[in-house]
C-alpha cells in the first residue's frame, strides 16, 4: 500500500518590501503587514492551504531580526510551526530552500513534498490554489520539480516567465523550456501572444530528496555551505538558528538561477487563481476593492472628485480634492505622493534614503518586541516620550541605563515594577522613577495587556544603551 502523501509547507518570511515604503520597512516589512484583508500576508499565506491532502505544520524560514513577529503572528491564527529557521543573513531562495530540504531529510521525510511559498504574495481564489497543487502532486511524488506558472493578463514587465514545452511531462504537466528574467514590454506582448508563456510566481512543489541531489549537482557550493551551517545550528527558545559563518559563504542565488533554469526535472502547472506579488502600490491598487471612481480608501481618508487613485492614513486625515491616478500614503513619519505608473521607482528612493541614513526607512512609530511593542511619542534634544504596550504574562529583561533615567506612568492594566531589587505593584494612574543605573524590569502580571507612558530624560536615547542582565527571549545580556 502506497504511504500516503505529506505536505511540508515552506514559508519564505525574507525580504523587505522597499517598493510599497513608506508602510514596508526594513523592521516591519510588507509580509507582517495587513495589506489585503484583515490578516497580515504571512497569516493569510498559511490559512489559505487549510483543507489541502497531507497538509502538515509549516517550516518558516526567517530573518532573525523577525523571528518574534512571525511567531506571534503564528500563534495568533493558532498554528504552531514545524520550525522556525533563522537566517543570519539573508542569501535569497536557493539556500533557503536547501535548508528546508536537508531539515525534512534530518527528521526522516526525505519523500515529503516541500511546498515553498513567499509569505508575501496575494492568492484571490484559495480553493482554486489548493486545487491546483492538488493536480501538481502526481508529478511532484514522480520526482518532477514543479513550478507554478500564473497564466498571464498582460503583458507585465516586472515578472519573470516561464516558457513550457508543449509535450507531456508524463504525469498530466509540462516540462519547463526555458525562464526568462523581466523582458520588455515588446517581448512581454510577444509571450502574451505566443500562449506557451506564464509568469514565475516563485511556488514550488517537489520531494525533499529530489531538490537535494539537484543541488548537489547543479548547485554544490549551495548545498555544502548550508549543510554545514544547519549541522552546527542550535536551539534558541522555539527557534533554530542557523551557525552564521557557515552560512554567510553560501552564494546568493535564487532556486531559479541555481537548479530550475538547469534541471532536466523541471515541471511547470499553469495556475489561475488571482495571484499577485503585490510588487508595488499599483499593484496593491489593482488587488483592492474600488469605490465608483476606481479609488482604493483605507483609513481617515475625505476626497472629492477624485478617480483610479489609492489613498492611505495610517495616523492623521488624508483629504484628497480632484486627483487621478495618483498613490498618497501617509504615515507617523512620511508621505508617500506618486503617479499609479511611477510606483516602481520607489525602491530607488528607498535606496537614497538608506544611503543617507535616514531613519525613516528602518522603522516607523511602532517598534515590536517579543513582550509587546512601543510606540514612539515625541522628543527633544534629551528627552523622548514612548507609550509601551505590555501582553499579559509577559516581561521586559532585567537592564539598566548608562545615561537616561525612565518614568513609568501605567494608564491601562497592572504593572509589576522591578526596581534594585524592590518590587512595587503599580495600578492605572500610578507611577514608578527609574533613576539612571538602576537595575530594573517591568513585567505584566494580570490578563489584559499593560499600557504605560514612558518618559526618557538623558544625555542619549538612543536603545543601544541597554545592558541586560536577565532575559526570557535569548536576546545577548548586552545590546
Known amino acids: 500500500m502506497a504511504s500516503p502523501t505529506v505536505v511540508i509547507p515552506v514559508v519564505l518570511c525574507g525580504g523587505v518590501g522597499t517598493r510599497l515604503w513608506p508602510l514596508s520597512r526594513s523592521a516591519y516589512p510588507k509580509q507582517f503587514l495587513s495589506l489585503v484583508g484583515n490578516r497580515t500576508m504571512l497569516q493569510e499565506t498559511v490559512l489559505r492551504l487549510a483543507g489541502l491532502a497531507g497538509l502538515q505544520p509549516p517550516l518558516l524560514v526567517c530573518n532573525n531580526a523577525h523571528r518574534f513577529i ?19 543573513v539573508g542569501r535569497n531562495t536557493a539556500p533557503a530552500v536547501a535548508v528546508a530540504s536537508l531539515q525534512a531529510m534530518a527528521a526522516g521525510q526525505d519523500d515529503a513534498l516541500l511546498l515553498v511559498l513567499a509569505a508575501d504574495h496575494v492568492i484571490a481564489d484559495a480553493a482554486a490554489f489548493r486545487a491546483t497543487i492538488n493536480q501538481a502532486i502526481p508529478a511532484a511524488l514522480g520526482g518532477r520539480l514543479v513550478t507554478f506558472g500564473v ?54 512543489l517537489f520531494r525533499a530528496s529530489v531538490m537535494a541531489k539537484e543541488l548537489e ?31 554567510r559563504r553560501c552564494p546568493a542565488i535564487s532556486i531559479d538561477v541555481a537548479v530550475m533554469e538547469h534541471t532536466r526535472l523541471g515541471s511547470v502547472a499553469p495556475m489561475t487563481a ?42 492623521r486625515l488624508v483629504v484628497g480634492l480632484g486627483l487621478e491616478d495618483l498613490v498618497v500614503v501617509e504615515t507617523n513619519d512620511a508621505v ?57 504574562g509577559c516581561s521586559l529583561s532585567l537592564q539598566m541605563h ?3 533615567a525612565e518614568h513609568w506612568v501605567v494608564v491601562e492594566g497592572t504593572a509589576c515594577v522591578e526596581r534594585d531589587g524592590d518590587t512595587l505593584l503599580l495600578s492605572e494612574n500610578q507611577s514608578a522613577y527609574i533613576p539612571l543605573g ?42
Open 70 to 88: 512571525a511567531a506571534e503572528q503564528m500563534r495568533a491564527v493558532n498554528v504552531e510551526p514545524a520550525a522556525v529557521l533563522l537566517e543570519p
Open 151 to 204: 497564466t498571464p493578463t498582460a503583458p507585465e514587465t516586472g515578472y519573470g516567465y516561464i516558457e513550457a514545452d508543449p509535450r507531456s511531462d508524463g504525469f498530466g504537466l509540462h516540462p519547463v523550456r526555458r525562464f526568462v528574467e523581466k523582458p520588455s514590454r515588446e517581448k512581454a506582448q510577444a509571450f502574451l501572444t505566443h500562449g506557451s508563456f506564464c509568469w514565475n510566481s516563485g511556488i514550488f
Open 217 to 247: 549537482r547543479c548547485a554544490p557550493d549551495v548545498l555544502h555551505a548550508v549543510r554545514l551551517s544547519l549541522q552546527q545550528a542550535h536551539t534558541d527558545l522555539d527557534f533554530l538558528r542557523l551557525e552564521p559563518e557557515a552560512f
Open 274 to 315: 488571482g495571484w499577485s506579488d503585490v510588487g508595488n502600490w499599483s499593484t496593491l491598487w489593482q488587488q483592492g476593492d474600488h469605490d465608483e471612481q476606481g479609488n482604493t480608501v483605507c483609513g481617515r481618508v475625505l476626497h472629492e472628485d477624485v478617480r483610479n487613485s489609492y489613498l492611505r492614513s495610517e495616523h
Open 336 to 392: 508617500l505622493v506618486a503617479r499609479r505608473d511611477q510606483t516602481r521607482s520607489v525602491k530607488q528612493v528607498v535606496e537614497r534614503l538608506q544611503a543617507a541614513g535616514a531613519r525613516e526607512t528602518q522603522a516607523n512609530q511602532r517598534t515590536h518586541r517579543p513582550w509587546g511593542y512601543y510606540d514612539t511619542g515625541v522628543d527633544g534634544e534629551r528627552w523622548q516620550v514612548k507609550k509601551i504596550h505590555v501582553k499579559p
Open 402 to 404: 548608562h545615561h537616561r
Open 438 to 479: 538602576c537595575r530594573h524590569r517591568l513585567s505584566n502580571p494580570g490578563r489584559i495587556p499593560l499600557e504605560l507612558i514612558e518618559v526618557q530624560s538623558g544625555s542619549y536615547l538612543g536603545e543601544d544603551d541597554i545592558v541586560r542582565f536577565e532575559d526570557h527571549y535569548g536576546r545577548h545580556t548586552s545590546s
